[in-house]
């Protein structure tokens, strides 16, 4: 237990310097940003005298940039990320808040197809290796891996949408309509889960490749198991120990690559807030969505290395050395 102890010790420890590195950098990134800090903060909107002295005393411009970084630090650790006067003084988190349920919408399900899809395709073709099926499915992963997301999300588009008028081009549902429709989904989660699903798959391949040639895997085929037992039953668990790390660091892509995703096809989550407040110069909401995904990729990373650890018979026992019995 006390290596337990200092593992997720050190884990913490190494998660918040991140944490403040990324709040640090962003914070005096906006200090150098050239223009007016108090027109930054609300954006292209016009403020008359008195607003701009009570943003001024709200935000303490008038101070040094290290008292102003370290209120603005206190401030966030508390979940405070400040006000958006380009929205009525609107908090900042609220915002974020209230289209974070949209971008969950697109990558979750993105994020289950490219887990699942990677895992049978990368088996089925390492059991097939050097053989045609092999071949196909490993030749269209390095394709798929190196084309941009945004430009298949696009050509997409143009396919599905324009030319063939099966699926709307983008937003979530018909106009006037509330609500997130199945068919608004289909393309935006097929170009968030498609780079993502090659990788998989060929880091599945890979690592199923390895876990046929072990020496267990001989013991079992000795023994008169079907080939797809040997595969399913004994050959998988081992493979898909590398996946845990993968499929963990898979969904900080998935969320930053969002970003890009909902501006293509128009779907109002934070990618697309996060482009508005960019055009609009809202600093502040900018600085939130930052802040909001990095926290959300740490905790992942931290709860993917904590299930590693417990699954991975190496490292637990490692981490909890069985007590050995001393013989009278």
Avoid: C
């Avoid at 915002?95 to 395709?121: D, E, K, Y």
């Avoid at 289909?186 to 090659?198: G, H, Y």
């Avoid at 845990?244 to 989550?269: C, D």
């Avoid at 018979?313 to 069985?322: I, W």
């Amino acid at each position: 237990m006390k290596a337990w102890a200092i593992h997720i010790g050190k884990l913490l420890v190494s998660s918040f310097l991140l944490f403040l590195a990324v709040v640090t950098v962003l914070f005096f990134l906006l200090e150098l940003a050239p223009g007016d800090p108090v027109q930054s903060l609300v954006g292209d909107v016009p403020i008359s005298d008195a607003v701009r002295e009570q943003i001024i005393a709200a935000y303490g411009l008038d101070q040094p940039a290290i008292v102003r970084y370290f209120t603005y630090l206190g401030n966030v650790l508390r979940g405070d990320l400040g006000y958006s006067y380009a929205t009525n003084s609107q908090p900042v988190l609220d915002i974020i808040l209230g289209r974070a349920g949209n971008t969950l919408a697109l990558a979750v399900p993105a994020f289950v197809l490219s887990l699942v899809g990677g895992i049978v395709l990368g088996s089925i073709a390492a059991r097939t290796r050097r053989r045609w099926l092999d071949s196909g499915i490993s030749g269209t992963s390095v394709a798929l891996f190196s084309v941009p997301n945004f430009w298949l999300g696009m050509l997409l588009i143009i396919v599905f949408a324009i030319w063939l008028d099966w699926l709307p081009t983008g937003g979530m549902a018909p106009y006037g309509q509330s609500g997130i429709q199945p068919q608004y989904l289909v393309l935006p989660v097929i170009t968030m889960a498609t780079t993502e699903l090659a990788y998989k798959t060929r880091i599945m391949r890979s690592s199923m490749i390895e876990s046929l040639g072990q020496d267990f895997i001989d013991t079992a085929r000795s023994k008169g198991l079907s080939s797809s037992r040997v595969l399913w039953r004994h050959a998988m668990p081992n493979a898909l120990l590398p996946m845990i790390s993968v499929a963990g660091y898979s969904l900080g892509f998935i969320l930053a690559g969002s970003i890009l995703i909902e501006r293509v096809f128009g779907w109002p989550g934070m990618g697309l807030l996060f482009f508005d407040a960019i055009e609009r110069k809202n600093n502040m909401v900018v600085l939130g969505i930052v802040i909001v995904l990095t926290v959300t990729i740490i905790v992942v990373n931290i709860l993917t290395d904590l299930v590693y650890g417990l699954v991975d018979p190496r490292l637990r026992a490692r981490l909890m050395p069985q007590r050995r019995e001393v013989a009278a």
